[in-house]
């Protein structure tokens, strides 16, 4: 098992910037493809990015897509999402999460794959 803790989240203003942290205890890091996903307030929860287990591949959702950038660090144990130009649509609370399956494609862009959460960190971006 691995155990997710995000943290970064905060009030900011439209057009600054953010980054997430999040950081994994338990099982060897490297093992699991991750994922940032988002839900705001009666929305379903969304993709936002995922990064395969060695870096080497990541994917964005269209929203996000040249606004955001997901990292890892398997040295320690940590996946970052930095976000610039933030808009009011980007608030929400982002969950990392944690995908064991050795599977195509390497990073899963729904929810199901994905094993293990965090327990979120806020973010709201005013106008």
């Known amino acids: 098992q691995v155990q997710l803790v995000e943290s970064g989240g905060g009030l900011v203003q439209a057009g600054d910037s953010l980054r997430l942290s999040c950081a994994a205890s338990?099982?060897?890091?490297?093992?699991?493809?991750m994922g940032w996903f988002r839900q705001a307030p009666g929305m379903e929860r969304e993709f936002v990015a995922g990064i395969s287990r060695s870096g080497g591949t990541t994917s964005y959702s269209d929203s996000v897509k040249g606004r955001f950038t997901i990292s890892r660090d398997n040295a320690k144990n940590a996946v970052y999402l930095q976000m610039k130009t933030l808009k009011p649509e980007d608030t929400a609370v982002y969950y990392c999460a944690a995908d064991s399956t050795v599977s195509f494609p390497l990073v899963k862009v729904t929810a199901a794959p994905y094993d293990y959460w965090g327990q979120g960190t806020q973010v709201t971006v005013s106008s």
């Open positions: 338990g099982s060897p890091f490297s093992r699991y493809a």
